[in-house]
Structure formats: C-alpha cells, structure tokens
C-alpha cells in the first residue's frame, strides 16, 4: 500500500494521448504561419509600429528562441508595405564650399536618374562646347576681337612714336620693356657708340628729354593694358555665350524635368555657371601640358576635374514599394551612422562627396531599423550616435577618427540628412532594464516595450497549434511528416523544456531543433514517418552528447568519490538535490548535507558563508532555519544552541535556498539523535511558519537521484520529497515514471517540515498539545527536550562568550 504522501504515477508526467488527436499524420493539419502564444507582445508591438509620435520606438524583450526577431521582422514587413515610399538621397559637389557636399532629397527612384541625368549632361558638354569653340563663326569673332586689339596698338604705338619723334626720340619694344632713343640728326636712331661719342652736356640732354618722355610712356603702357583687358573680358564674354550657347537648352531642359525639386533645379544653375567658369576643363589639353615626374614616363594622372558633377547617390528606392526596412547585423558606428572613405593619391589620403557612404539610418530613413540591443551596446560610441541622431531627428556623418583626433582636420562636413525612422531594438529582459535605469535617455526615445513570453496554455488549441507548427517545419525544411504519436511527444517535451504539466514552450527553437532530428532519426530507420519511437531517439540522442559531464559527476558517485548514501540510515546526515546548468544541457545531482549540534549560543552557521561560498539567497535560507527553531522551540527558553551546517565535499559556491528544508531536516535529526532515511533525497526551501515552498529544477533533481540509485541498482524504497506546490512543474523522463509504476522509486510531495520528517524518520513528528508539550517520543519531543537540556546546562555554567559552549557536541 502506497504512502497518502505519495504522488502517483500518472502525476509525474502529463501524457499527450495521440488518440485524442484529430489527424493520423501531420499531412494532414495545416501549417501554422506567424506567431502563436504571444498576444500580449503583438498587440505592444502593433502600437508601437502605429503610433507615429516622437520617441515611440521599441525595445523587444525576450530570450534567444522565442520568435522575437521572425515576429518583428515579418510584422514590419506586413506594414511597410501599406506605407508611402520614401524620397531618394543625394549628395553633390557644393560649388560655393567643397567642404561642406549639399544633400538633396528627390522623390522615389530619381536619384539614379539624376545620377544618369548628369552623366548625359557633362558627356554632351564635353561634346558640345570644343565643337562651338571649333566652329568657323566663333573664330570669326574671336579673331576680329584680336585684330581690333592689334589695330589698338599699333595706332597707340604710332601715336606714341610720332611724339617722340618731336622731341628728337624714337620708340622701340624690345625684351626689357618699352625703350626710347636718341635720334641722329638723318632721323636714325643712335648706336651706343654714337650715343657715347656726344659731349656730355648733350647726352644730359637726351637723357633729360628721355626721362620726361616716361610719364607719357606709363600712360601708354596702361591704355596698352586697358586695350587687352577689355579685349581679355570681351573674349571671356564671347566664350561664355558661345557656351551657353551650346549647353544652355540642355541645362534648361534638364531643369524643366526637375521643375518640382527647388533644391535640385538650383544645384543645376550652380553646374551651368561652375562649366561657364571652367571652360578650360572641356578644352583638349595639349599634350606638352600634361605633367610628367620624369621624361620619358607616362603623365601625372591628376584628379578628373569632372568627377564634381557627378551624383553621390546615396539611397535609392527604385523599385522598392512601401518603407524601407534594415536589419543590421552589425551595428558599428559608421555601419549605423554613416562613413567618409579616403582613397591614396600621390603619397597622401584624399577624399571627396563621392566616398560618402549611407549607413543603416539612411537606409532605413522613412521606414524601420531593426538592431540588436547587446551588438549596439558593445560596439564603441554607437548607442551614443543612435540616441544622438534619434533625439536631433537627423543624421550628421562624423568620422570615428576625426572625433577622437587630438588635432581638428580639415575634411569634409555633409550637410545633415532629416532623420525620420521607427527604431527596434530586440534584447534579453536583463538589458532592458540595465538600460531603463541606467540610461536617463532611454525612456525617453524608447517607450515601448514588447515582451516576449516563453510559454503558453497547454489548452486542446495550443496543442492544434504545435501541430500546425510541425507540419510548417515539415515543408520548410522537406522533413518527414510527423504520425500522431510524434506530435505527441513533442507536446509533451513542449511541457517538459518549460517544467509545468499546464504549459508549453514557446521558445520554438528547442522545439524545431527536436522536429528536424526526430525526422533525421526516423529516416536513418527508413521510416516514412516520424513516429514516438524517433522523437524519443532524438531527445535521447542530444542528452547523450550533451551528457558528458553528467554522465562523469554520475560515475565519481558510483565509485564512492563523491560520498552519496542511496541506502541505509545516518544521524545529521542528508542527501539534498541541486541543479547543474552546463549551457546547452542542465541536470541534477545529489549532495551530502551533514549538521553537527552542541551547546553554546552561536546559532546556526553556515559554514559555506563563513569560507564565502554561500550566495545570498543560501544564506537568507540557513537564517531562516534560526527563526522556525526560535519561533517552535524556544517560547519558554532561550535558544542555547550551536550548530553548523554543511555540503560536504562542495568545493564551489553555493546559492538558492531549495536546500533549507534539507537543511532543516538534518539539523533536527542531529538534535533529537534521529537517524535519516538516506534512502531518500530531500528539495524544497522552508519558511519559519514550517510550511515547504517550491523550488525550480524539480524534476531534474528526482532524476538525478534516480540516476543515482539506478546506478548502485534500485531497493523499492528509494525516492525523493519534494514540495507539493511542485507536483505541477513534473514532467519525468518515463522510465522514472515506469519506476515508479513498478513500486521501485518513490516521490513524495510534502507541504510541512513535520511531514517531511516523519517520512524521513519513520516517527510522529507530534503536535504540541494543550499544556504546550509534544507527545512523548515524537521528533518535536526529542528536539525540544535536547534544547531544554541545553539551556538548563548553559545556565549552570553561567551564560558562555559567544561561539564558545563546545561542552557537549552532538552529531
């Protein structure tokens, strides 16, 4: 018969019957498309997207696995596609600051158009003005602009000449200037040696007359220059109509395609005035011209000079309908913000507006960007440029090594791009409030939060919905399709990967990693299905080679290295339970808890704290264990105790409290000299009212002490108490349940420190009767008249220093 105290069989492990099922295959069931479980996170996320208010960005929280990120990007998605496109973006040269290129915004899909535009342009610019340049009527005009210059001089010269000769000169141009000479008396100009051969008082004469003739000659020279500058600027004039003359109509039409956008329509002015500036640049260069670094080697390329009128575009959404949407999956400062490249020319690094690179921003501008919370956070100086941008509503491209430069550079300064984007950062729970507290900003610009949960009802239609998603995973991946029985175990590991009878994982990563190998199983059989047999294999498969250090820690226990009792009985000796978290597998395993009792007043110690072994919450546990023993044991005495506590052979920390009712146990053993069954293993935390509470990890815990005591071969009275506030969270391995099925394990499942005792000592714990004693022989008894002893003995001696009283060590 069993104990009342027992769980039964059919409690440890929630079955999924396949005949309750309403197909035969999974051929059968229509595939489940999108997210199920998640009503709360779609209906934040749908706000979010919608809401077109500053600052109404979102942060998706969740853990890897739980379709945050399919979710969010197939949700955008959905919605880009009903929303306006937006413009293009452009960069160009900035004719009245090369420094500072000029950003222009064009309307979807004409900004490569502009870009070939301008190619067409300058190409026929380059075609048209050397043929209008070429062409008989400008040299024509140029010519009679030349003679006419010529003609002026001369006259001017003549006119010049005539003057001097009066006064016994003549005019003459040579390489040093213009010059005057003496005359002789036949109207010849002198010889210097004629010219030295006159008296002195003659030659001071001439040279007298000479230097009153230079007034007249400056005057000549500046009606000289006067004369070739207006013939210069005539020239010039000529050019510039001869030029408008050939690309004025097509700037023009240009223009009238462009008539909407004032912006570009300008910048097509400022290219038709910089052409008629630079002439020179659409002339042929001669080739004696060119620049050679040494005779002989080809010409010094020199930067094209036309390369200015080309178009930096920088987004286009030529043929992309609805709003941009970005995933970047490597959210660096320029991958998000934004680049200037640099390319090498002649020994040093230059740059202009057409190494200007759009980052994620840009490209998301006017629709949606999806990021990484964590790659943000570590990428240097880029969560400060996201908030910076998103707070300024523009993006301004800044360089990483310009900012951290210790000397200001001279480099380019792109005009600032208007900045309208829905940010979506997809993070763990922890980041997000890391963020929320520590970032006074984040709230701010981040006020949504769209929380993925990783579980839902295990109702008759969440359980068509794991169907739904086996047969999607069947045609996503061309898998074998899934017999009843298969779908039913996966139900029932849905169940087991969260630890509750009542739920199912929605974390469908674990759940599609178990469909694809149950399919490669059953198709190593040759099976044309996947049956329960094959996801069994595969669940078995995996624990195995994730099962090493399992399977190690399970023989140094087999092997009495680590000292595991599975039979028999002990005083202040108990086997507890923890749980071991690998990564990628989690597993329990026993641990002997020893306690030792003598007189004093030290308390309760956990010698686990004293070394610093002991997390918090443990030791919040043991400081409970003083206020049960004070509040059951100690309303009519003091409490003249000193007791330690230990997991023996534990050599790393120590923390959760799931351990205190063990804890507990062991100490009351050693108080009352009670041996322990150490057929049984112990979890559960306690409260100082006695009552046992829920702990995390039960069912692995059962099972590695079942491994435990299969190993040693299993008595029939083997098992293991844990709370019966955790009766729900079993989901058992089945040969566990068989085990117990069969009488040979046990569990049971308390709710008070006086039930579990009584299983562990096979006496009444005894319930305090009206004159408040404990009946005679019972647990409570024994460990009320030890305490009693002890304070009467403690009070003989006179009250002891602290942490002394080693009189009478118990345990």
Not at 44 to 57: C, K, P, Q, R, S
Not at 113 to 120: E, G, H, I, P, S
Request: negative net charge; hydrophobic residues 40%.
């Amino acid at each position: 018969m069993s104990h009342p105290l027992e769980v039964p069989p059919d409690a440890l492990r929630l079955t999924c019957d396949p005949a309750a099922l309403s197909f035969e295959t999974t051929e059968e069931v229509a595939p489940v498309i999108g997210t199920v479980g998640q009503d709360r996170a779609l209906d934040a996320l749908d706000f979010g997207l919608e809401i077109g208010t500053t600052g109404y960005n979102l942060f998706v929280a969740g853990i890897p696995g739980s379709g945050r990120a399919t979710t969010v990007l197939s949700r955008i998605e959905q919605l880009a596609k009903t929303l306006p496109t937006p413009g293009d973006w452009c960069y160009v040269h900035n004719f009245r600051d090369a420094y500072r290129p000029q950003a222009l915004e064009l309307p979807p899909g004409m900004g490569d158009k502009l870009a070939t535009d301008m190619n067409n342009l300058i190409a026929a610019c380059r075609r048209e003005i050397p043929r209008v340049f070429q062409s008989d009527a400008y040299q024509q005009r140029r010519q009679q602009l030349l003679t006419e210059l010529d003609r002026q001089r001369d006259h001017l010269f003549h006119e010049l000449d005539d003057e001097a000769r009066q006064r016994g000169l003549t005019v003459q141009i040579g390489p040093a200037g213009v010059v005057t000479i003496p005359l002789t008396p036949e109207g010849r100009p002198m010889t210097p040696e004629e010219y030295q051969g006159l008296q002195e008082s003659v030659r001071e004469r001439l040279r007298a007359l000479g230097e009153e003739f230079q007034e007249r000659l400056v005057t000549f020279l500046k009606r000289i220059r006067d004369a070739e500058q207006e013939t210069a600027q005539a020239v010039r004039t000529l050019d510039r109509e001869s030029a408008l003359f050939a690309v004025g109509h097509l700037v023009q039409d240009l223009a009238e395609q462009y008539s909407q956008q004032r912006q570009v329509v300008s910048y097509l002015e400022a290219v038709q005035e910089d052409v008629v500036d630079n002439l020179q640049n659409f002339r042929p260069e001669p080739e004696e011209s060119q620049q050679r670094l040494l005779p002989g080697l080809p010409a010094m390329r020199t930067e094209d000079p036309f390369n200015r009128y080309k178009v930096n575009v920088l987004v286009s959404h030529n043929g992309s309908p609805g709003a941009p949407v970005v995933v970047e999956h490597n959210p660096t400062f320029q991958n998000v913000i934004g680049r200037v490249d640099y390319q090498p020319a002649f020994g040093t690094m230059s740059t202009d507006f057409r190494l200007i690179k759009p980052g994620a921003l840009h490209r998301a501008n006017g629709g949606f960007l999806i990021l990484q919370a964590r790659d943000v956070l570590i990428n240097p100086y880029c969560w400060e440029a996201l908030k910076r941008a998103l707070d300024c509503k523009e993006i301004v491209i800044e360089n990483l090594g310009d900012m951290l430069s210790a000397l200001p550079m001279l480099t380019l300064r792109p005009d600032a791009i208007p900045l309208n984007v829905k940010v979506v950062l997809i993070g763990n729970p922890m980041v997000y409030n890391l963020l929320y507290h520590m970032d006074e900003e984040f709230l701010k610009l981040f006020k949504v939060k769209a929380d993925f949960d990783i579980e839902m009802e295990r109702s008759t239609d969440n359980v068509g919905i794991y169907a739904g998603f086996v047969r999607a995973r069947v045609e996503q991946d061309n898998l074998l399709h899934f017999h009843r029985s298969g779908v039913a175990k996966v139900v029932e590991h849905g169940s087991r990967l969260l630890e509750h009878q009542g739920k199912l994982s929605t974390r469908f990563l674990d759940v599609a990693d178990l469909i694809s190998e149950a399919s490669y199983w059953a198709k190593k059989a040759g099976s044309g299905y996947v049956h329960k047999e094959h996801v069994e294999q595969a669940i078995a498969q995996k624990e195995f080679r994730s099962g090493l250090v399992r399977d190690k820690v399970q023989r140094v226990i087999q092997e009495d290295v680590i000292k595991i009792a599975t039979e028999g009985q002990a005083v202040g000796q108990i086997n507890g339970l923890s749980v071991l978290d690998i990564g990628d597998y989690v597993f329990g395993t026993p641990s002997r808890i020893t306690a030792a009792v003598s007189l004093g007043s030290a308390g309760v110690l956990n010698v686990e704290r004293e070394i610093e072994l002991s997390g918090k919450i443990h030791s919040k546990g043991v400081m409970i264990l003083s206020g049960y023993l004070a509040a059951k044991y100690a309303q009519d005495k003091p409490l003249s105790l000193s007791a330690s506590l230990t997991f023996e052979q534990l050599y790393n920390e120590v923390d959760g409290d799931s351990a205190s009712s063990a804890e507990l146990y062991c100490l009351l053993s050693a108080l009352a000299e009670l041996p322990l069954r150490q057929d049984l293993a112990v979890t559960g935390s306690v409260n100082q009212k006695g009552e046992v509470q829920a702990v995390g990890g039960v069912q692995y815990k059962i099972e590695g002490f079942f491994d435990a005591c299969r190993a040693r071969g299993l008595t029939g009275s083997q098992g293991v108490l844990i709370p019966a506030s955790n009766v729900r969270h079993l989901m058992l391995r089945e040969v566990v349940v068989e085990a117990v099925r069969q009488g040979q394990f046990h569990v049971y499942a308390v709710s008070t420190v006086d039930e579990g005792i009584e299983l562990l000592t096979g006496r009444p714990a005894g319930q305090v009767q009206p004159d408040g004693a404990y009946p005679e022989g019972s647990v409570n008894y024994l460990v009320n008249q030890r305490l009693l002893e002890y304070a009467e003995r403690l009070r003989s001696f006179g009250k002891a220093p602290e942490g002394e009283g080693d009189e009478a060590a118990d345990g």
